[in-house]
């Protein structure tokens, strides 16, 4: 029984599940590079497929390399105001590196670089931390969690009907709803009054005392002879 163990084993010994991981993580993560023109170029960028299980057991690991990130971003912005603006190694940088400043500078940066190593120490590839730290931890600064996002795809994978997923960094591709427009009710205008027609102009006449038109004003022949009683 696995009591007390959490995880997935995913048919793989431990070293094979912690490269599983680490490579799904670094995948995710170099798709936000700048790729243009690269045979390779992400067609999406900020999204993997994978299996429904793998997306579910790397998503944690993901989110924790960029909790790292994101909580050295105030020593990293206040290190940068103590950044002199020389050219490195002229003679105004030579005179802040030694310099009190630079003692400043060396502690407040001391945290990111921690950081840096220790993330570099799970992912394993420079260029991934480097994006994760410049692209990634900023855009992620007012979120406290909750990093990405599984979504579930109904077309299984071929071969072996593995249910697939899209694991993805949520801000990326964001479904925006669109608000509905209420309609307005005008309110409805009076109706226009129909002329009033004179009573002059009606001419009242008894009732059977009515004039008989002509026959020759009907259009219809005059008939000839009496009628049959």
Known sequence: MRHRKRGRKLGRNPKHQRALLRALAVSLILTERDAAGEPNEPR????????????????????????????????????????????????????????PQWYEWNRTMAPVVAARRRVLKLLGNKQAVRILFDTIAPRMADRPGGYTRILRLAKPRRGDAGTRAILEFVGTHDRKRKKTVKPSFEPIATEAKTPSVPAESIRSEPVGQGTTTPPSQTGFPEASGTSAS
């Open 44 to 99: 999406h960028p900020g999204r993997i497929i994978t299996t429904l299980q793998k997306a579910k057991e790397v998503r944690p690991f993901i989110e924790r390399c960029i909790t790292i990130a994101r909580r050295a971003l105030p020593y990293l912005e206040a290190a940068q105001k103590l950044e002199p603006d020389a050219q490195r190694h002229s003679e105004a940088w030579r005179a802040w590196r030694n310099s």
